[in-house]
């Protein structure tokens, strides 16, 4: 007999086991069906479909609350134009600025009529004495000079208001120093004058030309006195009788009194 080689045998009998259920082909399936996990506990698919599910089943996240609005007043401050950078020096400045405007923030002085007017009426003089008083055609009033002459001021008023052509020849003034007409004919003023503004000529002579003493009482009455009626616009004419009797024979030919009285223009009156 031909002997048939083992391999065909146990294919042929792992054959006829899997038509019955025996053989070692039915024990392996039984074992596998023995050891396949329940439904339940099959593991997870692995891939791209598992991430997917994964990332699915992660919660997300949540949105955030909205913000409260903002109170109104930063809204405002938001709003608010701001100062450009070039103009911050000048805010630095301002305070500067002010302190050095305040400074001129104060009332002029008051100006004295009294002076005003006074300058004012000797201007008609200036042009024979100077716009100083120092002299030219006329002799000189500045640097004491009228003081010296008139050491009153009724002698010198009366001297004025009559001029020097109805004493012409003669000696005047303290110790006879002039001599009326010697340097020039001065005219008469007491139809061009009012007696206020014959006292006002007077005063700028002595007060401002000669710098005269004014602190004393009777002296700061005069000028009172002078203010008032420039005030009240007084327009009394001159008396040139009345100044002639006021007037210190010894320094005004034809004077009658001895140098003013109560009666009398200037400071010995005043008040």
Same mark, same amino acid.
């Given at each position: 007999?031909?002997?048939?080689?083992?391999?065909?045998?146990?294919?042929?009998?792992?054959?006829?086991?899997?038509?019955?259920?025996?053989?070692?082909?039915?024990?392996?399936?039984?074992?596998?069906?023995?050891?396949?996990?329940?439904?339940?506990?099959?593991?997870?698919?692995?891939?791209?479909?598992?991430?997917?599910?994964?990332?699915?089943?992660?919660?997300?996240?949540?949105?955030?609350?909205?913000?409260?609005?903002?109170?109104?007043?930063?809204?405002?401050?938001?709003?608010?134009?701001?100062?450009?950078?070039?103009?911050?020096?000048?805010?630095?400045?301002?305070?500067?600025?002010?302190?050095?405007?305040?400074?001129?923030?104060?009332?002029?002085?008051?100006?004295?009529?009294?002076?005003? &007017?006074?300058? +004012?009426?000797?201007?008609?003089?200036?042009?024979?004495?100077?716009?100083? *008083? !120092? @002299? /030219?055609? %006329?002799?000189?009033?500045?640097?004491?000079?009228?003081?010296?002459?008139?050491?009153?001021?009724?002698?010198?008023?009366?001297?004025?208001?009559?001029?020097?052509?109805?004493?012409?020849?003669?000696?005047?003034?303290?110790?006879?120093?002039?001599?009326?007409?010697?340097?020039?004919?001065?005219?008469?003023?007491?139809?061009?004058?009012?007696?206020?503004?014959?006292?006002?000529?007077?005063?700028?002579?002595?007060?401002?030309?000669?710098?005269?003493?004014?602190?004393?009482?009777?002296?700061?009455?005069?000028?009172?006195?002078?203010?008032?009626?420039?005030?009240?616009?007084?327009?009394?004419?001159? &008396?040139?009788? +009345?100044?002639?009797?006021?007037?210190?024979?010894?320094?005004?030919?034809? *004077? !009658? @009194? /001895?140098? %003013?009285?109560?009666?009398?223009?200037?400071?010995?009156?005043?008040?």
């Amino acid at each position: 007999m031909t002997e048939i080689p083992e391999h065909l045998l146990k294919r042929s009998k792992s054959a006829k086991g899997q038509k019955t259920g025996d053989g070692p082909a039915s024990t392996a399936e039984s074992s596998s069906s023995a050891v396949t996990p329940a439904a339940s506990e099959t593991p997870a698919p692995s891939g791209p479909p598992a991430i997917a599910a994964a990332a699915a089943a992660i919660p997300k996240d949540v949105e955030p609350a909205p913000a409260a609005p903002e109170p109104h007043y930063v809204a405002a401050s938001r709003a608010r134009n701001r100062i450009p950078m070039w103009a911050l020096p000048l805010v630095f400045a301002l305070p500067i600025w002010a302190l050095s405007y305040a400074g001129t923030m104060q009332l002029p002085p008051t100006e004295d009529l009294l002076f005003v &007017d006074a300058a +004012q009426a000797y201007s008609s003089c200036a042009s024979c004495h100077g716009a100083t *008083g !120092g @002299g /030219g055609v %006329g002799y000189a009033l500045s640097g004491g000079e009228v003081l010296q002459t008139f050491p009153e001021p009724v002698d010198q008023m009366a001297y004025v208001a009559r001029g020097s052509a109805a004493i012409a020849g003669e000696t005047y003034g303290a110790n006879g120093r002039r001599v009326a007409g010697e340097l020039g004919v001065m005219p008469a003023h007491k139809d061009t004058y009012t007696l206020l503004e014959l006292e006002l000529v007077v005063f700028y002579e002595r007060a401002i030309l000669s710098e005269e003493d004014t602190t004393d009482a009777s002296y700061l009455e005069w000028m009172d006195n002078l203010r008032e009626r420039i005030e009240a616009n007084e327009q009394d004419p001159i &008396d040139l009788d +009345q100044l002639l009797g006021c007037a210190d024979p010894a320094i005004t030919p034809g *004077g !009658g @009194g /001895g140098g %003013g009285g109560p009666e009398c223009p200037g400071p010995a009156s005043a008040g």
